[in-house]
């Protein structure tokens, strides 16, 4: 394959600090050895934000949160063997073009930062250019939000020095987004003013983010069901975590594409083939992502035979995962994938949406735990 050069600019949007996703805090194990001050002072600052505060009050305790932790810590680059165990996934590329940060630190304030940082881009960008979504999708991924926070507060402070020790940054009240409109007032006038290519990366950025807070869920759910089969209530607790992470990961893709179909057309398509980007430039191209599905398929055998109440838990969360896909797939139809094939596959006569569509149906099989009963063992192909 033949590589052109890539200037991508940073300066469009905030970057997203993030780990690479095999140095992600996935076990209650990690995440209650490796908690710090630092990290607990800020959960402590946004964990009891309510669920219907104003998103110019939500902005300033996510702010005053981020102050809690130190400063990003140093970039981290791909080894040659990440780069060459699917040469034609261009991480660097992927993670400049939405503006991306790999980087090393503490597992478990570094995280706490990744959401952080993208739920305050998400809210600024809401204040200042409105938003479509309507008043239910913008709760899911609110909820989304803070679901790791309870969870880093329960898990790695709750019970512990960290917990007596921690102060809630004083929350202040100019978050710095001037004459913002408020995002409720923008859906009522359904004439959202956003920059399409800004949107589209921080779209992306609040699904990256979301994806590493599944990989920390499941992460933890894998390491209960192997330690004590018998925790059924924690068990649930944290498929119901990862329901409600999988669930807003499908509303950040409909955020991601909020603005209308001229605009990926005219903006958004073009910055993502050359000569700005390398050819067959996809979101699939995201490792995050690659973890998750292999992490899923390796905690399947341990739901082989759950108890009722882990079951039915599960249930919901594979629910969760089909309606994720099937808002990317809406996001795809939109802007024309129900017939022109994707970016990924060019000229190919099957269009993106279906392709999708069988991507949907393969990992939701694949994330089904076999049933004793049941004979033979499903291999999915985790490839893409």
């Not at 033949?2 to 600090?17: D, K």
Request: some cysteine.
């Amino acid at each position: 394959m033949i590589e052109v050069e890539i200037q991508v600019p940073r300066t469009e949007v905030t970057p997203l600090h993030l780990l690479k996703a095999e140095h992600l805090p996935a076990s209650r194990t990690a995440i209650a050895g490796m908690m710090n001050q630092r990290a607990a002072d800020a959960v402590r600052t946004v964990v009891d934000i309510p669920p219907r505060v104003s998103d110019r009050q939500a902005l300033a305790a996510v702010d005053a949160a981020l102050a809690c932790l130190a400063a990003p810590a140093v970039p981290a680059k791909y080894t040659d063997a990440e780069r060459h165990s699917l040469p034609e996934d261009l991480y660097e590329e992927h993670d400049l073009f939405f503006g991306a940060l790999r980087v090393t630190g503490n597992p478990v304030e570094t995280f706490t930062r990744t959401v952080l940082e993208a739920f305050r881009s998400h809210l600024h960008d809401t204040l200042s250019a409105g938003t479509g979504l309507c008043s239910g999708e913008r709760a899911q991924l609110r909820e989304a939000f803070l679901v790791p926070f309870h969870a880093l507060w329960r898990i790695g402070v709750a019970g512990t020095p960290f917990a007596h020790a921690a102060r809630a940054r004083p929350q202040g009240t100019d978050t710095g987004t001037g004459t913002a409109v408020d995002a409720d007032t923008a859906a009522v006038l359904g004439d959202v003013q956003v920059d399409p290519l800004i949107r589209w990366r921080l779209g992306h950025q609040v699904f990256f983010a979301l994806i590493q807070a599944l990989i920390v869920s499941v992460g933890c759910l894998e390491e209960c069901l192997k330690d004590d089969a018998e925790d059924t209530e924690g068990a649930c607790r944290l498929i119901e975590d990862a329901t409600v992470l999988m669930a807003g990961s499908g509303t950040s893709m409909r955020y991601a594409g909020d603005f209308t179909r001229t605009h990926y057309g005219d903006a958004v398509r073009p910055a993502m083939m050359p000569p700005h980007i390398n050819a067959k430039f996809s979101g699939l191209q995201l490792r995050d992502h690659r973890v998750l599905l292999k992490l899923i398929n390796r905690t399947k055998p341990l739901l082989a035979s759950p108890a009722p109440a882990v079951d039915k838990s599960y249930g919901r969360l594979l629910d969760a995962m089909a309606t994720a896909y099937d808002a990317h797939i809406s996001v795809c139809s939109r802007f024309g994938g129900d017939r022109a094939s994707s970016l990924r596959t060019p000229g190919s006569p099957v269009p993106a949406a279906k392709v999708l569509e069988r991507f949907r149906d393969r990992r939701i099989s694949a994330a089904t735990p076999d049933r004793p009963e049941e004979s033979g063992e499903l291999r999915p192909d985790l490839r893409y």
